[in-house]
C-alpha cells in the first residue's frame, strides 16, 4: 500500500526545482517532495494527478468559500479551472522554463453551495506552440456532472533564446 506523503504549504527553492520539467515539478509537489502553493490550503484544493497535457485537483467546498448570497464564489472554480488548465500545460514544459496565464474564461453550469463536496478540476492542453499554450478544464461533481468549464492561455517564460535553439538543432 502506498503511503499518502504528508501536505506542506510552501514556495519551492529554486533548488528543489532546478533541472526539473515542468511534469517532474508537479509530481514532486503530489509525492510532497516540495511543498505544496499556499493558494491550495487558502482554497482548499490539491494536485492530485498530472500526465503529459493533463492535470487534475481535487478540492472540498465549505462555508469559508461563501460569497454574500450563500454559494460558492465563482472565483474557487475559476482558480480550479486555471490551475488544471495551467499545470496541464506546465506538464510540457522542459527543465528550468516557466509559465504565466495570460487569460482565463469559465462558464459556470451549476450551482455550487458548501455541501457540494469534493469537486474534480481536470485540465487538458489544447494547443501548444513556442510561446503560447491553450488549454480546458472541467470543474465536475461527485456523479461527473460539469459545474463548470473554461479554457486558459498560457504564454511559456524563459528557456533558450531562439539562437541557442537554432545552434542546438544543427
Given at each position: 500500500?502506498?503511503?499518502v506523503?504528508?501536505?506542506s504549504?510552501?514556495?519551492?527553492k529554486?533548488?528543489?526545482?532546478?533541472?526539473?520539467?515542468?511534469?517532474?515539478?508537479l509530481q514532486?509537489?503530489?509525492?510532497?517532495?516540495?511543498?505544496?502553493?499556499?493558494?491550495?490550503?487558502?482554497?482548499?484544493?490539491?494536485?492530485?494527478?498530472?500526465?503529459?497535457?493533463?492535470?487534475?485537483f481535487?478540492?472540498?467546498t465549505g462555508?469559508?468559500?461563501l460569497?454574500?448570497?450563500?454559494?460558492?464564489?465563482?472565483?474557487w472554480?475559476l482558480?480550479l479551472i486555471?490551475?488544471a488548465?495551467?499545470?496541464?500545460?506546465?506538464t510540457?514544459?522542459p527543465?528550468d522554463?516557466?509559465y504565466?496565464?495570460?487569460?482565463?474564461?469559465a462558464?459556470f453550469?451549476r450551482p455550487?453551495?458548501?455541501?457540494?463536496?469534493r469537486?474534480r478540476?481536470?485540465g487538458r492542453?489544447?494547443?501548444?506552440g513556442?510561446?503560447?499554450?491553450?488549454?480546458?478544464?472541467?470543474?465536475?461533481d461527485?456523479a461527473?456532472?460539469?459545474?463548470?468549464?473554461?479554457?486558459?492561455?498560457?504564454m511559456?517564460?524563459?528557456g533558450?533564446?531562439?539562437e541557442e535553439r537554432a545552434?542546438?538543432?544543427?
Amino acid at each position: 500500500m502506498r503511503s499518502v506523503p504528508t501536505v506542506s504549504y510552501g514556495v519551492s527553492k529554486p533548488e528543489d526545482v532546478a533541472g526539473k520539467t515542468g511534469r517532474q515539478i508537479l509530481q514532486a509537489i503530489i509525492d510532497g517532495e516540495v511543498p505544496t502553493p499556499p493558494i491550495a490550503d487558502t482554497l482548499s484544493f490539491q494536485l492530485v494527478e498530472v500526465g503529459d497535457a493533463y492535470a487534475v485537483f481535487e478540492g472540498e467546498t465549505g462555508p469559508h468559500l461563501l460569497n454574500p448570497l450563500g454559494g460558492v464564489h465563482g472565483g474557487w472554480a475559476l482558480t480550479l479551472i486555471d490551475s488544471a488548465a495551467g499545470c496541464a500545460g506546465h506538464t510540457l514544459l522542459p527543465p528550468d522554463v516557466g509559465y504565466a496565464t495570460v487569460e482565463t474564461k469559465a462558464n459556470f453550469t451549476r450551482p455550487i453551495t458548501a455541501t457540494t463536496g469534493r469537486v474534480r478540476a481536470e485540465g487538458r492542453v489544447v494547443s501548444r506552440g513556442r510561446q503560447i499554450i491553450t488549454a480546458e478544464a472541467r470543474v465536475l461533481d461527485a456523479a461527473g456532472r460539469v459545474l463548470a468549464h473554461g479554457t486558459s492561455t498560457i504564454m511559456v517564460l524563459g528557456g533558450a533564446k531562439p539562437e541557442e535553439r537554432a545552434s542546438a538543432s544543427q
